[in-house]
């Protein structure tokens, strides 16, 4: 069964920088790919995409802390978020903008105040 691998989830504090990394099953160049969150109690919600072409484009709750890159020759996807607020604190998953394929486990991230 293909899958979404994703890693790098800790516990942080605010303020401080964290890097996500999610394995793709297949060859991420054909997709438009997406990390999204889901808080406790809440909807998941994209907030960073990277399309075929290498455009971003980030929800403005992550703008100017998160950023998304690809490594097409690993079929990786990469979050670096800096600057985190206690807000950012979720699991955090990531899929193709279509939802491709299944859900993976996803990667906690907690951010202490």
């Known amino acids: 069964q293909v899958q979404l691998v994703e890693s790098g989830g800790r516990l942080v504090q605010t303020g401080e920088s964290l890097r996500l990394s999610c394995l793709a099953p297949?060859?991420?160049?054909?997709?438009?790919m997406g990390w999204y969150r889901q808080a406790p109690g809440k909807a998941r919600e994209l907030v960073a995409r990277i399309v075929r072409g290498g455009a971003t484009n980030y929800d403005e709750s992550v703008k100017g802390r998160f950023f998304v890159t690809r490594d097409i020759t690993k079929n990786t996807m990469d979050l670096q978020m800096n600057n985190l607020h206690p807000e950012d604190a979720a699991t955090y998953y990531c899929?193709?903008?279509?939802?491709?394929?299944?859900w993976g486990r996803g990667t906690q991230v907690a951010v202490s105040s």
């Open positions: 297949e060859r991420i160049i054909d997709y438009d």
């Open positions: 899929n193709s903008l279509k939802l491709s394929w299944n």
